[in-house]
């Protein structure tokens, strides 16, 4: 299973980006499917999740800025950002939990995509 994210860039504060994060390989099932952010010199965070039925979660820092939102059918998720401030710049990356396949029978899995970096400057 591999993760293929998109979205990041340069953008002025109180601008807005929109990230997607698409899974591909032998998926079975996705459970849950998150962002992450980490700045320099900083500990990766959880900025949202979103769970297999729509629930979603977000970090205190961007809630009523960031919406994350999944297309099943595409295996995609996406991460809305709006009102982007400095503090928001951060190598985003995206996580995906789920079920696969192979000869051996089923099994889970956790994957981390390559990492897409937003810069906001003020």
């Known amino acids: 299973v591999q993760l293929q994210a998109s979205g990041g860039g340069w953008i002025q504060a109180g601008g807005s980006l929109r990230l997607s994060c698409a899974a591909s390989?032998?998926?079975?099932?996705?459970?849950?499917m998150a962002w992450y952010r980490q700045g320099t010199g900083k500990e990766r965070e959880l900025v949202a999740s979103?769970?297999?039925?729509?629930?979603?979660n977000y970090a205190d820092f961007v809630k009523g800025r960031f919406t994350i939102s999944r297309d099943n059918a595409k295996r995609t998720v996406y991460l809305q950002m709006n009102s982007l401030k400095p503090e928001d710049t951060a190598v985003y990356y995206c996580?995906?939990?789920?079920?696969?396949?192979?000869?051996?029978?089923?099994?889970?899995?956790?994957?981390w995509g390559q990492g897409t970096l937003v810069t906001v400057s003020s």
């Open positions: 979103i769970a297999s039925g729509g629930s979603t």
């Open positions: 996580n995906v939990v789920g079920e696969t396949y192979d000869r051996a029978g089923k099994s889970d899995f956790g994957v």
């Open positions: 390989g032998t998926i079975l099932r996705i459970n849950s």
